[in-house]
């Protein structure tokens, strides 16, 4: 299960209608391109991402603090978005048997590295846990 973001209709399904079952609520499940499975995979990825740089930065993983969650569950939530966008395009341009993955680790990583860096300020007052790196270094 991912820490952040959401496959269902809060998320990344109320975000790619089109993409979905069709019936309501609009979700992904087992006959929809991608799969249910393919979306939670996708938020499990991002997820470590995040907790990953979180964790560079100094942040307790994963993040519990009420008021940061909703930007972490956002920032996830659209990075799926992408994936979903990218996996049509590559489903029209090169048809149903091609390659249509659409996961690109280092641009993943920038885009999560960056994210977690202009957000680091605001996640800390918001009430994330941050150790200070003095204490991580004394016993790293």
């Known amino acids: 299960m991912a820490d952040y973001g959401d496959a269902g209709i809060n998320g990344v399904a109320g975000l790619t209608k089109p993409y979905t079952n069709g019936s309501a609520p609009s979700i992904y499940d087992t006959a929809t391109n991608p799969t249910l499975s393919?979306?939670?995979?996708?938020?499990?990825?991002?997820s470590a991402a995040l907790n990953l740089q979180l964790g560079n930065a100094y942040f307790d993983t994963p993040v519990t603090a009420l008021a940061v969650i909703p930007a972490l569950d956002n920032f996830a939530n659209s990075q799926v978005v992408k994936y979903i966008e990218q996996e049509v395009r590559n489903r029209s341009a090169i048809g149903?048997?091609?390659?249509?993955?659409?996961?690109?680790?280092?641009?993943?990583?920038?885009?999560?590295?960056?994210?977690?860096?202009?957000?680091?300020?605001?996640?800390?007052?918001?009430?994330?846990?941050?150790?200070?790196?003095?204490?991580?270094?004394?016993?790293?």
Do not use: Y
């Open 38 to 46: 393919q979306v939670e995979n996708w938020l499990v990825e991002i």
């Open 96 to 140: 149903p048997t091609g390659d249509t993955s659409s996961s690109d680790s280092f641009a993943l990583t920038e885009n999560v590295g960056k994210f977690v860096k202009d957000n680091a300020r605001g996640f800390q007052s918001n009430g994330a846990n941050r150790q200070s790196q003095f204490v991580l270094k004394a016993f790293g």
